[in-house]
T-cell receptor, first 116, second 110 residues
Framework: GAVVSQHPSRVICKSGTSVKIECRSL??????MFWYRQFPKQSLMLMAT?????????EQGVEKDKFLINHASLTLSTLTVTSAHPEDSSFYIC????????????FGEGSRLTVL | AQRVTQPEKLLSVFKGAPVELKCNYS??????LFWYVQYSRQRLQLLLR??SRESIKGFTADLNKGETSFHLKKPFAQEEDSAMYYCALNSGGSNYKLTFGKGTLLTVNP
């Protein structure tokens, strides 16, 4: 199957700093990617839809200035957590849509962010 | 707004026993439903989608619009089926904007 890769898989940062997480579709082009947040023992919460070449669409309650999303190419979307605080500590997961044979969604392995 | 409900957080069965993971949905449009599975320390992956009407790893799921359900079933559970299972609804058409249920952790005991 198709591969979506996230980097870094784990990151620890100090409060107030910014952290960038990358999501790459390795063997297909993705005009649409998604970013989710997963709290411990809870479901995935969709944060935003990342559209190649245009602004991301954020879900209600997600601060766009806090979580900056850039989808500059058909294989890369980035999520930057700006001025991170401990409450931003979470597991962030991305997915990418491969539009072949009806389409399918492929997930990255996730990135664990810990803000001290 | 769409909603996906998985009423069981945890489900434990013995190997060889039948298993059913429940999923109910609420959506005003025509639903497209999926089951995703996450094995320990692995990424989320598609198990099956209702439009395919296929059986994957012995699992099946039938969309029941009258009961707004999409329960996942397997007649004989195996230990390797132990995983987290998420039911998801696509409200984004070809963009696959998914709404996930909270997940059910299935444990198959030897």
């Amino acid at each position: 199957g198709a591969v979506v890769s996230q980097h870094p898989s784990r990151v620890i940062c100090k409060s107030g700093t910014s952290v960038k997480i990358e999501c790459r579709s390795l063997d297909f082009q993705a005009t649409t990617m998604f970013w989710y947040r997963q709290f411990p023992k809870q479901s995935l919460m969709l944060m935003a839809t990342s559209n190649e070449g245009s602004k991301a669409t954020y879900e209600q309650g997600v601060e766009k200035d806090k979580f900056l999303i850039n989808h500059a190419s058909l294989t890369l979307s980035t999520l930057t957590v700006t001025s991170a605080h401990p409450e931003d500590s979470s597991f962030y997961i991305c997915s990418a849509v491969r539009n072949l044979a009806g389409g399918e969604l492929f997930f990255g392995e996730g990135s664990r962010l810990t803000v001290l | 707004a769409q909603r996906v409900t998985q009423p069981e957080k945890l489900l434990s069965v013995f190997k060889g026993a039948p298993v059913e993971l429940k999923c109910n949905y609420s959506y005003s449009g025509s639903p497209e439903l999926f089951w995703y599975v996450q094995y320990s320390r692995q990424r989320l992956q598609l198990l099956l989608r209702h439009i395919s009407r296929e059986s994957i790893k012995g699992f099946t799921a039938d969309l029941n619009k009258g009961e707004t359900s999409f329960h996942l079933k397997k007649p004989f559970a195996q230990e390797e089926d132990s995983a987290m299972y998420y039911c998801a609804l696509n409200s984004g058409g070809s963009n696959y904007k998914l709404t996930f249920g909270k997940g059910t952790l299935l444990t198959v005991n030897p």
